[in-house]
């Protein structure tokens, strides 16, 4: 695998590591909403 391929993989997974974590985040403050827990 050459440098440029790797580094093209290492973004698409950052991207979707990033993509996780704002659905998460999303999910989380719905869930808080529903249980009406404030933090």
């Given at each position: 695998?050459?440098?440029?391929?790797?580094?093209?993989k290492?973004?698409?997974?950052?991207?979707?590591?990033?993509?996780?974590?704002?659905?998460?985040?999303?999910?989380?403050q719905?869930?808080?909403?529903?249980?009406?827990?404030?933090?």
């Amino acid at each position: 695998m050459d440098s440029t391929s790797k580094i093209m993989k290492l973004s698409d997974f950052s991207e979707i590591r990033i993509r996780f974590a704002m659905k998460t985040k999303t999910n989380l403050q719905k869930m808080m909403a529903s249980c009406d827990i404030e933090f």
